[in-house]
């Protein structure tokens, strides 16, 4: 038995987060085993990362022929890994160049810089404002933080960046209300993750792209949790035929392993000159040689055809299981990013479901107070997510 347990966290970790109360210590595919040997079945993916289970074999194939070849050189030096992995997301999307930084967070920071200079380099310093989304998350920093449309977040550490308007989402004419020539760029989540799992409308989506042209603001998909597969779609704006300015992706890009990415088009990237922005770590050779190997497993049209049989397997057993119980008052998402929002006789309570579900061997999310989440790894099994609906039934029908 390991020295370390749950009370080590709460002596020697500062205290912002909450873990469970079980220490994940082995993990293959969809399944994990705790320090006790107890396995659960994982519909969290690490928060919609590990997109292809846990310690996938081609991945730590790739991984340990990289370790032993070139971890990190600087950005002074480009590499072989960092230059295919940017080919291939360009080959792949409607980019022409990449930016790679460590984290969702880092690559919409980089975003809604780059919008900004973007406007300083054609229109001057008053082009600043951008427009955001109540409910939205984009991330931890104190900018990505500020334009996130949560105050639970981003009050209490002084003066917020200025500029930032923030209106209903999924609400074209409050976007029209508020954007006006001095408006830099609009953020959009094609899908609300923190928030509930909530899925912009097409026409919302549509109707942002035709605002932008009008007033000369970029366009700014987050995609670091809708990407790399996650609804189906390599990234969630071919779904909607909706092309966006500059996209953020992580998470998943890296099944685990840290690496983000901003990419854009090559007039708009010509105002991130050298010198203006970076990183140290971002676009490591480590990171973008296991970040290749994802792209070309993910990227594969059959591939992504499966996650949508399986995404319709999953939404019909949990309709099937709010017939039984009449838990849900809403079932929604996309792909295997999904949401089940509970009756308001259990609001505030998801939480509970989370802990209950992981008694009966489960790993389950929530999405805000409210909504239970599911994002299972995007190749599970047949026998791996029966038996997790199982379980999930288990929860649910002991409620």
């Known amino acids: 038995m390991t020295q370390y347990t749950r009370d080590t966290f709460d002596q020697v970790m500062i205290q912002n987060y909450v873990p469970a109360q079980f220490l994940p210590v082995r993990g293959k595919g969809c399944r994990v085993w705790d320090q006790e040997g ?42 072989e890994p960092t230059l295919a992995l940017a080919t291939k997301l360009v080959e792949k999307t409607f980019a022409d160049r990449v930016m790679f930084v460590n984290s969702g967070a880092e690559a919409n920071e ?32 104190l900018f990505t933080v500020s334009v996130g449309g949560q105050a639970k977040y981003s009050d209490g550490f002084g003066p917020k960046p200025a500029d930032i308007v923030h209106v209903p ?27 509930g799992i909530l899925p912009a409308s097409e026409s919302f989506l549509q109707g942002l792209r035709e605002i932008c042209d009008q007033y000369q603001a970029l366009l700014i998909f987050d995609e670091v949790q809708t990407g790399v597969g996650r609804t ?29 990415a901003m990419l854009t088009t090559n007039e708009i990237a010509k105002s991130f000159a050298p010198g203006v922005h970076g990183t140290t770590f971002g676009g490591n050779p ?32 949990l309709h099937q299981l709010n017939h039984q119980t009449g838990l849900f008052k809403d079932i929604r998402g996309e792909g295997l990013l999904i949401g089940a929002e509970l009756v308001e006789q259990y609001h505030g309570k998801a939480s509970e479901f989370v802990k209950k579900a992981a008694e009966n061997g489960l790993m389950i999310l929530v999405a805000g ?14 026998e791996e997510l029966a038996l997790g609906l199982e379980k999930l039934a288990d929860t649910l029908l002991s409620v």
Not at 40 to 54: K, P, Q
Not at 112 to 131: E, M, P, T, W
Not at 369 to 382: K, Q, T
Request: hydrophobic share 40%.
């Open 369 to 382: 107070p409210n909504v239970l989440r599911f994002a299972p790894a995007l190749n599970i099994s047949d």
């Open 286 to 317: 480590l990171a973008c040689a296991v970040a290749e190997k994802v792209v070309d497993l993910i990227s594969d049209t059959q591939f992504l055809q499966k996650i949508q049989r399986t995404s319709e397997q999953f939404m019909q057993k």
């Open 232 to 260: 189906g779609h390599f990234y969630a704006y071919m779904k909607y035929g909706v092309v966006p300015d500059i996209l953020t992706s992580a998470k998943a890009l890296g099944n685990g392993f840290p690496i983000g």
């Open 169 to 195: 989402f999924n609400d074209l004419a409050a976007v029209k209300a508020v954007i006006d020539e001095n408006t830099c760029a609009v953020i959009v989540e094609p899908i609300q993750g923190e928030s």
């Open 38 to 79: 107890n396995e659960y079945i994982d519909f969290t993916s690490g928060i919609a990362v590990n997109s292809l289970g846990h310690c996938p074999d081609e991945i730590v194939e790739v991984l340990k022929q990289q370790s032993e070849k070139l971890w990190h050189s600087s950005n002074w030096f480009t590499s």
């Open 110 to 141: 980089a975003a809604l810089k780059l919008a900004r200079r973007y406007a300083v380099d054609h229109f001057g310093y008053q082009k600043s404002k951008i427009i955001a989304f109540k409910q939205s998350f984009h991330g931890r920093t």
